[in-house]
């Protein structure tokens, strides 16, 4: 679910779009669920999922990135500045 590389980390994350409010619902298989509140319509939900990871881990917005998976509820993330340990801790 979490890999640590040099730069930060990599995550395998489930996108369910269209929720009440957002939020990290936990793990399903190896991928960690987040649920959104944005639609899955020209890249609201990618927007809002950049969004609450640069919030949740109190990281810039930059600092995030879509890996692969853009055009998918599963993505890869990549999270640049952070430890395993600290996304474990907030999330």
């Known amino acids: 679910m979490i890999k640590e590389n040099a730069d930060g980390v990599e995550l395998a994350v489930r996108?369910?779009?269209?929720?009440?409010?957002s939020e990290c619902t936990g793990v399903r298989g190896e991928s960690l669920v987040v649920r959104l509140a944005a639609p899955p319509v020209e890249g609201a939900a990618n927007d809002a999922l950049i969004d609450f990871f640069a919030e949740t881990l109190r990281v810039p917005?930059?600092?995030?990135?879509?890996?692969?998976?853009?055009?998918?509820?599963?993505?890869?993330?990549?999270?640049?500045?952070?430890t395993a340990e600290r996304i474990r801790a907030l999330l």
Do not use: H, Y
């Open 15 to 21: 996108v369910i779009p269209r929720a009440k409010k």
């Open 61 to 82: 917005r930059r600092a995030v990135r879509i890996l692969s998976g853009e055009r998918s509820r599963e993505k890869r993330v990549a999270i640049a500045g952070v």
